[in-house]
């Protein structure tokens, strides 16, 4: 894994990782040529856009209990702003908040 900048990390596989407050864990998008599923990018570290929406469904505090669907995270990353969207399962849902800086490499 290697810093981009204070929000976007490199990792493995041709992605790109940014902080999801909402999930409190990192989130992993790929770019550009590559297996699985690509996302645009518009190549800026500092202020990331991805298209089209990133939608993560995960098992986390959000998620049901006693076989209830997963927790979901669904958002636009524009401008180095995330976009949560309505259908967010977390705190965070309807808000705009930006790609906090992370520090550890």
């Not at 702003?81 to 259908?87: K, M, N």
Request: charged residues 15%; glycine residues 14%; aromatic residues 8%.
């Amino acid at each position: 894994m290697a810093a981009l900048s204070r929000k976007l990390r490199s990792v493995e596989g041709g992605r790109l990782m940014f902080w999801c407050p909402g999930c409190d864990g990192a989130h992993h998008v790929g770019v550009g040529a590559g297996p699985g599923p690509r996302w645009g990018y518009n190549g800026n570290p500092d202020a990331p856009t991805f298209t089209p929406s990133v939608l993560v469904t995960y098992d986390g505090p959000d998620a049901g209990k006693d076989g209830a669907p997963p927790a979901i995270c669904h958002s636009f990353v524009t401008d180095g702003s995330i976009q949560f969207l309505s259908d967010c399962t977390h705190a965070l849902a309807g808000q705009t908040v930006d790609i906090p800086n992370r520090e550890e490499a």
